[in-house]
């Protein structure tokens, strides 16, 4: 039975017993299985062929390339049908793509491996990775799927490379190097081995992936399946369906599967106090009347004082990282800037700024995602101890089938799952998030021409010295303070943004187990209001009833099996 | 040699100095002024460095490879025989055995590499004999802040003493935004540039858009690019695209390699371009031919097949001249000899004077001496203008700075290049052409309107224009 098959069948018995808010949470978690693409971010550095590799691989060529072309904004290509290009969401012509260049673009392509669910970022490559457009990328890693480190085979692995790929697997764990214009280098063999070297040693063990964009072109226009093979690419696809999408497509199924066993729980909780009901097992209707009373304070349990001083915690420590990362760059830039004159380094000193603080952004990003999902999984483990409690005390009746008990153990385990599904902290975070794109840059700084530094020329250097290092003085005092400027733009645009993020997070956090609470809720009402009605019927209703509820209980239990199976993965 | 010259007054002060101090580093610049000029070869690891060695002496002799090669600071210079010197850090010097394999040196070190400061590299070469070239250890790639250090460092004093004359800096394809854009301009202590003694180049230049046959045009376009991007143009105002590989194999092309060439042209068109597809299959169908392909490069390999198959070239001179000509190094060869050649004698007395300066002590006889020839010396004044010029100093618009840095000998010493005219430029062209310039800078020394940095700049220049005239005037009587 497919997940979709089981979703569908708990919906029907959540619709037969009328728990309206159980079919509306089946819905969500269809929807939420069917929909949102895997993004693959193609990373690395300038002119190593990205954009030519994600034409390759999806055998385009919509990607602007080039000798003299550079990608200066993140390009998204995803399924559609017909073709279709977006620049800043107003539509354009597919062949206009390379006049849109300096904004985000998105193109629909009608392309398999685009429709099985992946969506291929192409990043910029300006500035090089250790810039700040590098730092906005790896900003924006933790949403997506995996991540392709581009190098080529002209020479190893770089310094700024390796460790960018450092910080990029923490970000996004499936990650992968591809190696490629091996058609132009006959040592190619030979690097991908030097590289091999550099990743053990950096301690990092991906998988390296030697393809030739040239020939899977080729390979294209002439139909060619061997030479195809030559070019790699098909290992690299490969790759990508075995490793990235079905991956990801088995933690959005243990999302949907743990939302389905929530549903089917409740189900089966109704199903089987109805069945002890009928069978006369004593003191079934009290028990269900004090879990009803008891459920209806779990809306408002320990788990928001959990979740409310979490969250006022989460929000101080990420403030004070900022601050702290902020207050660093300033006293670096003093270094720097005592060791230079800022007229003759002022665009590199602004380079320089805008990547310290892009680097400060995307860090502190970081360590919000990292709170956020660990308290996250706080709230969530107190909110099951709740849901523990309801019936702890309670005289446990003896239930119609034994295996209840045991599923319970693995409801248990994956408690968490079970309760934030496909709740992913980075996606949460990342709504809206400004980083950076408009913060710009430090501003241009008209310096005033230096005076009489010509004077001097025909006279001894030693006399100039002195005033020559007064203006250079004068000239750090004004860049500093540019700077301070700067940092304080950075500063309040990055604490609105945090302070926002934040304030999602709770309300999201808040919504999603108040909602899950009246679930809890109304089921126990249900149910106690089940318990009653059956305790009532007459000898022959009750049989017939019964059958009933057997069949639906046999349902459960498959659903539950396969369910559970699922979310312990 | 006079000793009315710059450099024949820099050697009685260093003689001075030395009979007063003794000192050992005036001795070794004191001998130094009669060496060669020191030229360095600087830039990132993999940048390509003694690939282009080898293509500027013509001869295999830096070992290269895939992988980081080179690992000790080695100087190439002219000797009567081969000849490799070890200088240990701790100051011993020993005669080192080596071996040659396919031309390249491979010297036994007989210790670990970071035991020895230098290798001396004796070639016979009349190259050499122009300037000594020194190969460097790349770079690793630095942190932005320490790149921005750097460059500071460089454009700072910009007379310190170092021990090389001159630095050819090797930059990569990179974009203008990059923190590490100007990385290659790293100051090692053994090199260090400054707009007048340095020359940029973008080096394997056959690599840029995929090793097709316009490579090079490519590479020329992004040249330009650098050369008008203002930090660059700061630093070394003149970018030259080479293709080392080619210019070394231009240089050393042996008949049986193209007769292997000849080979591949020979076969129809359609099995060339399945052949030449890929680096892999070229080096699959033959030893032979991978050895050949190590040398030319992909690149290298598809432009002679081409040049071959056209009918351009029939025999081995003829295609080694015209990879040669297609690698860019006869440019940087010119570029070389305008930049450094023709002002080795400043560039070396520039040296020699940094090194005295930090040898005696301020106020002494030596030191006044040394500040007296830095403020007569009209081609030092010249030099120091054109830095000032170049680090965009000195107002005035572009067009007047653009013919200053002509004039005070940006394009190249001869008077000729200073006017910019051509090299067949009769005298009469030349005397007319700078009696006007003449008339143009004194009237802006003299315009009260010109700002006062502008009038001193224009003073110099109008120096210069006298100077000129007179040696046109000189060779007018001469021959008379």
């Known amino acids: 039975m497919t997940v979709l098959a089981e979703l569908a069948g708990a919906r029907a018995l959540a619709a037969g017993s009328g728990a309206d808010d159980l079919v509306a949470r089946v819905d969500r978690a269809t929807a939420q299985l069917r929909t949102a693409d895997i993004a693959v971010a193609v990373v690395g550095e300038f002119k190593q062929g990205k954009s030519t590799l994600v034409n390759a691989l999806l055998r385009t060529d919509v990607c602007p390339v080039g000798a003299d072309i550079v990608t200066a904004a993140p390009m998204t290509l995803r399924f559609g049908r017909p073709p279709a290009a977006f620049a800043d969401g107003a539509p354009i012509e597919l062949a206009e793509i390379g006049q849109h260049l300096q904004g985000p673009v998105e193109v629909r392509l009608d392309r398999r491996l685009l429709g099985a669910g992946l969506a291929i970022v192409d990043t910029p490559g300006v500035g090089g990775l250790d810039s700040a457009q590098g730092n906005v990328t790896l900003a924006l890693l933790p949403t997506a799927g995996a991540a392709l480190l581009v190098t080529d085979a002209a020479q190893e692995l770089t310094a700024p490379e390796v460790d960018f790929l450092r910080r990029t697997v923490e970000r996004c764990p499936r990650t992968f190097v591809v190696l490629t214009k091996t058609d132009l280098?006959?040592?190619?063999?030979?690097?991908?081995?030097?590289?091999?070297?550099?990743?053990?040693?950096?301690?990092?063990?991906?998988?390296?992936?030697?393809?030739?964009?040239?020939?899977?072109?080729?390979?294209?226009?002439?139909?060619?399946?061997?030479?195809?093979?030559?070019?790699?690419?098909?290992?690299?696809?490969?790759?990508?369906?075995?490793?990235?999408?079905?991956?990801?497509?088995?933690?959005?199924?243990?999302?949907?599967?743990?939302?389905?066993?929530?549903?089917?729980?409740?189900?089966?909780?109704?199903?089987?106090?109805?069945?002890?009901?009928?069978?006369?097992?004593?003191?079934?209707?009290?028990?269900?009347?004090?879990?009803?009373?008891?459920?209806?304070?779990?809306?408002?349990?320990?788990?928001?004082?959990?979740?409310?001083?979490?969250?006022?915690?989460?929000?101080?420590?990420?403030?004070?990282?900022?601050?702290?990362?902020?207050?660093?760059?300033?006293?670096?830039?003093?270094?720097?800037?005592?060791?230079?004159?800022?007229?003759?380094?002022?665009?590199?000193?602004?380079?320089?700024?805008?990547?310290?603080?892009?680097?400060?952004?995307?860090?502190?990003?970081?360590?919000?995602?990292?709170?956020?999902?660990?308290?996250?999984?706080?709230?969530?483990?107190?909110?099951?101890?709740?849901?523990?409690?309801?019936?702890?005390?309670?005289?446990?009746?003896?239930?119609?089938?034994?295996?209840?008990?045991?599923?319970?153990?693995?409801?248990?385990?994956?408690?968490?799952?079970?309760?934030?599904?496909?709740?992913?902290?980075?996606?949460?975070?990342?709504?809206?998030?400004?980083?950076?794109?408009?913060?710009?840059?430090?501003?241009?700084?008209?310096?005033?021409?230096?005076?009489?530094?010509?004077?001097?020329?025909?006279?001894?250097?030693?006399?100039?010295?002195?005033?020559?290092?007064?203006?250079?003085?004068?000239?750090?005092?004004?860049?500093?303070?540019?700077?301070?400027?700067?940092?304080?733009?950075?500063?309040?645009?990055?604490?609105?943004?945090?302070?926002?993020?934040?304030?999602?997070?709770?309300?999201?956090?808040?919504?999603?187990?108040?909602?899950?609470?009246?679930?809890?809720?109304?089921?126990?009402?249900?149910?106690?209001?089940?318990?009653?009605?059956?305790?009532?019927?007459?000898?022959?209703?009750?049989?017939?009833?019964?059958?009933?509820?057997?069949?639906?209980?046999?349902?459960?239990?498959?659903?539950?099996?396969?369910?559970?199976?699922?979310?312990?993965? | 040699m006079s000793a009315s010259t710059l450099l024949g007054q820099v050697r009685a002060l260093l003689d001075g100095a030395i009979a007063e101090t003794g000192q050992g580093r005036l001795v070794a610049a004191r001998r130094r002024v009669d060496e060669p000029l020191r030229v360095a070869i600087a830039g990132r690891v993999k940048a390509g460095k003694s690939t282009l060695l080898n293509a500027l002496v013509g001869e295999e002799l830096a070992p290269t490879d895939a992988g980081e090669c080179t690992k000790v600071v080695t100087w190439y210079v002219d000797g009567p025989g081969y000849g490799v010197t070890a200088y240990g850090s701790d100051g011993s010097r020993e005669e080192r055995p080596f071996t040659r394999r396919n031309g390249a040196l491979e010297v036994s070190l007989g210790r670990k590499a970071e035991k020895v400061e230098r290798l001396e590299v004796r070639v016979p070469s009349s190259r050499l004999r122009r300037h000594t070239l020194i190969d460097t250890p790349g770079i690793a790639s630095l942190s932005a802040d320490v790149s921005l250090r750097t460059m500071a460092f460089l454009d700072a004093e910009g007379e310190r003493a170092a021990q090389t004359d001159a630095v050819l800096y090797l930059l990569r394809h990179m974009h203008g935004s990059d923190v590490r854009f100007l990385e290659s301009f790293h100051a090692d202590g053994i090199s260090e540039g400054t707009p007048v003694n340095a020359v940029g180049v973008l080096s394997r230049a056959d690599e840029i858009g995929g090793c097709r046959l316009d490579a090079m045009v490519a590479a020329g376009r992004i040249a330009e690019r650098y050369a008008a991007d203002e930090r660059l143009r700061r630093l070394c105002p003149v970018i030259v695209p080479v293709a080392g590989l080619l210019g070394a194999a231009g240089a050393t092309l042996r008949e049986d390699e193209f007769r292997i060439l000849a080979q591949v042209a020979a076969l129809p068109m359609d099995d060339v371009v399945e052949l030449l597809l890929t680096a892999d299959r070229f080096a699959a169908s033959g030893e032979d031919r991978r050895r050949l392909l190590g040398r030319l490069g992909l690149f290298g390999v598809r432009v002679s097949v081409r040049l071959i198959k056209d009918g351009a070239v029939a025999d081995a001179p003829g295609l080694a001249a015209a990879l040669t000509a297609e690698s860019g190094i006869g440019r940087l060869r010119e570029v070389l000899t305008a930049q450094f050649a023709g002002r080795a004698e400043v560039l070396k007395a520039r040296s020699a004077l940094a090194v005295l300066d930090e040898c005696v002590a301020p106020g002494s006889r030596a030191a006044v001496e040394a500040e007296r020839i830095r403020a007569g010396a009209h081609e030092l004044v010249e030099l120091r203008l054109l830095r000032l010029v170049r680090s965009g100093r000195v107002p005035g618009k572009d067009a007047q700075l653009a013919e200053m840095d002509r004039l005070i000998g940006g394009r190249g010493v001869e008077a000729y290049a200073r006017l910019g005219l051509t090299v067949e430029a009769s005298g009469e062209e030349i005397a007319e052409r700078a009696r006007e310039a003449l008339a143009r800078w004194q009237r802006i020394a003299e315009h009260p309107l010109s700002a006062r940095d502008l009038r001193t700049a224009a003073r110099a220049v109008t120096r210069t224009c006298e100077g000129l005239l007179a040696g046109q005037n000189q060779q007018g009587w001469a021959s008379r």
């Open chain 1, 185 to 569: 280098y006959v040592e190619w063999r030979r690097i991908a081995e030097i590289n091999a070297g550099h990743l053990k040693r950096a301690g990092l063990d991906l998988p390296i992936v030697p393809v030739s964009s040239f020939l899977r072109a080729r390979a294209q226009a002439r139909d060619d399946t061997a030479l195809n093979e030559e070019s790699g690419y098909p290992r690299l696809v490969d790759l990508l369906r075995r490793d990235v999408l079905e991956a990801a497509m088995q933690d959005r199924i243990a999302a949907a599967k743990a939302e389905l066993s929530f549903v089917v729980e409740r189900l089966r909780e109704r199903v089987d106090a109805e069945g002890a009901a009928i069978r006369g097992v004593p003191q079934v209707v009290q028990r269900y009347e004090e879990k009803a009373r008891r459920s209806a304070g779990l809306a408002h349990g320990t788990w928001q004082t959990l979740l409310g001083d979490g969250i006022q915690d989460l929000a101080a420590d990420v403030d004070h990282d900022l601050r702290e990362r902020l207050r660093l760059i300033i006293r670096n830039g003093e270094d720097v800037l005592a060791g230079s004159d800022p007229r003759d380094t002022w665009p590199d000193f602004q380079a320089w700024a805008a990547r310290e603080a892009a680097a400060a952004a995307a860090d502190n990003l970081m360590l919000l995602v990292a709170r956020t999902e660990q308290l996250a999984a706080e709230v969530a483990e107190r909110f099951g101890l709740e849901c523990d409690r309801l019936e702890l005390d309670l005289p446990a009746p003896e239930l119609a089938l034994g295996k209840a008990a045991e599923l319970d153990v693995s409801f248990q385990q994956t408690r968490m799952q079970q309760f934030l599904g496909a709740f992913t902290a980075a996606r949460v975070s990342y709504g809206g998030f400004y980083l950076l794109g408009a913060v710009g840059a430090l501003f241009s700084v008209a310096w005033a021409a230096p005076l009489g530094l010509i004077a001097g020329l025909t006279l001894g250097r030693r006399l100039m010295k002195m005033e020559k290092e007064r203006q250079v003085q004068q000239r750090r005092q004004l860049a500093l303070s540019e700077l301070r400027k700067y940092i304080d733009d950075v500063g309040f645009h990055l604490g609105r943004d945090c302070r926002e993020a934040v304030r999602r997070t709770q309300r999201l956090l808040r919504d999603e187990f108040t909602s899950r609470a009246r679930a809890i809720e109304r089921s126990a009402t249900a149910t106690e209001a089940a318990v009653r009605g059956a305790s009532q019927l007459s000898t022959q209703d009750k049989q017939s009833r019964m059958a009933a509820l057997a069949d639906q209980r046999r349902k459960l239990d498959g659903l539950a099996a396969s369910g559970v199976g699922g979310a312990a993965r």
